[in-house]
C-alpha cells in the first residue's frame, strides 16, 4: 500500500495496526497476532531460552502494547529478570537464563463490592 489512499475505506491497515472505523476496533493483522502467539509459546515452553531470545519477545511485546492488555504487566518483570542474567553473565545475549514462568491456578482469590463496605478472602 502506498502512502496516500484515494479511495474511502472503512477498514484500513496503518502503522502495523487495522483501524475498523465501521465496528470502531483497533487490532493487530492476523499474521502479527499469530506470530506474537507463537513467540509466546515458543518461549514459555523453552525452559532456558537465551537472552537474545528473550529480548526479541520482549521487543515485540513492547511495539504491541496498545494491542497486548496485559503485555506491561509481563515486560517489566521479564525486563528485570533479562537484565539480572545479562549482569551475571557479563553482557553475553548467547548465555541461556532460566525460564521460571509458572501458570497455576491462584492461591488466594480476594472479593469485593463496589461500596467498599466489605471483602473476604479465600483460599
Not at 526479541?56 to 496485559?70: K, P, R, T
Amino acid at each position: 500500500m502506498g502512502k496516500s489512499v484515494f479511495i474511502p475505506t472503512q477498514c484500513i491497515t496503518f502503522s502495523g495496526f487495522v483501524f475498523n472505523s465501521n465496528e470502531m476496533t483497533v487490532s493487530l493483522p492476523p499474521t502479527k497476532a499469530i506470530k506474537l502467539q507463537s513467540k509466546a509459546v515458543e518461549l514459555l515452553s523453552t525452559l532456558s531460552p537465551t537472552m537474545r531470545a528473550v529480548s526479541e519477545d520482549i521487543g515485540l511485546i513492547g511495539c504491541q502494547f496498545s494491542w497486548c492488555m496485559y503485555g506491561p504487566l509481563y515486560y517489566r518483570q521479564l525486563e528485570i529478570e533479562k537484565v539480572a542474567a545479562l549482569k551475571q553473565n557479563r553482557g553475553n545475549f548467547e548465555a541461556t537464563m532460566q525460564n521460571l514462568a509458572f501458570i497455576g491456578n491462584p492461591q488466594l482469590t480476594v472479593y469485593s463490592d463496589a461500596s467498599l463496605t466489605s471483602w473476604r478472602v479465600s483460599s
